[in-house]
Nanobody
Framework: EVQLVESGGGSVQAGGSLRLSCATS????????IAWFRQAPGDPRREGVS?????????PYADSVKGRFTMSADSSKNTVYLQMTDLKPDDTAVYYC?????????????????WGQGTQVTVSS
């Protein structure tokens, strides 16, 4: 059974940092691409933040987080991370990881095969 479990969310003040984790199981880690998405309050869409795959490496999608968010992976732990620094109130969202059965990255919500349950990030001003 494929599982994606996010953790590391919380409430921080603007300018703070958080590191999100997405622990995966049930598939061969290096055969999948894994992406971080976020869903802001009141928005029905999930915005692609960044993706990682064995063929593409790390692919950033959201211009608003470039230079502040860094995605990485530890294949020995089947886990991906999202290090978030200089957080802003606009970063407030539920953050999800999604997995796609391909070697190549996708930043499209509709393309994901599996999802985690999400972790809430709240940034106050």
């Amino acid at each position: 059974e494929v599982q994606l479990v996010e953790s590391g969310g919380g409430s921080v003040q603007a300018g703070g940092s958080l590191r999100l984790s997405c622990a995966t199981s049930g598939f061969i880690f290096d055969d999948y691409s894994i992406a971080w998405f976020r869903q802001a309050p009141g928005d029905p869409r999930r915005e692609g933040v960044s993706c990682i795959s064995s063929r593409n490496g790390v692919v950033p999608y959201a211009d608003s987080v470039k230079g502040r968010f860094t995605m990485s992976a530890d294949s020995s732990k089947n886990t991906v991370y999202l290090q978030m620094t200089d957080l802003k109130p606009d970063d407030t969202a539920v953050y999800y990881c999604g997995a796609l059965d391909t070697y190549y990255c996708s930043g499209y919500e509709a393309g994901m095969d599996y999802w985690g349950q999400g972790t809430q990030v709240t940034v106050s001003s």
